[in-house]
């Protein structure tokens, strides 16, 4: 059973950065390749990032790119997304996800993620 938990998130000057962590507390983390995806209000869920189960792939938004790092520490069962130089347009509802049954091309397809967390709150102050 996969249970994501994310925590790292609250209140950032524009400009500043935030590091996000996605805990599982199941023994299978290494079979999934994880993904961080957002919600604004108002807005749709969007794609943020994507690794692969052993960390050697990833894959941005275009919005993030440069900016956002995901990594993944399968020791520690944790995925991490690293927010540098945040904008207030990054304000959003932060949730990790797990994809089962990946085979190396990482999706930004919110339907092919199996398992999400409860989100935490990321807020830019401009």
């Known amino acids: 059973q996969v249970q994501l938990v994310e925590s790292g998130g609250g209140l950032v000057q524009a400009g500043g950065s935030r590091r996000l962590s996605c805990a599982d507390s199941g023994r299978t983390f290494s079979w999934y390749a994880m993904g961080w995806f957002r919600q604004a209000p108002g807005k749709e869920r969007e794609f943020v990032a994507a690794?692969?189960?052993?960390?050697?792939?990833?894959y941005y938004a275009d919005s993030v790119a440069g900016r956002f790092t995901i990594s993944r520490d399968n020791a520690k069962n944790t995925v991490y997304l690293q927010m540098n130089s945040l904008k207030p347009e990054d304000t959003a509802v932060y949730y990790c996800a797990a994809e089962f049954g990946n085979t190396g091309v990482l999706s930004d397809y919110s339907r092919r993620y199996n398992y999400w967390g409860q989100g935490t709150q990321v807020t830019v102050s401009s």
């Open positions: 690794i692969s189960k052993s960390g050697g792939s990833t």
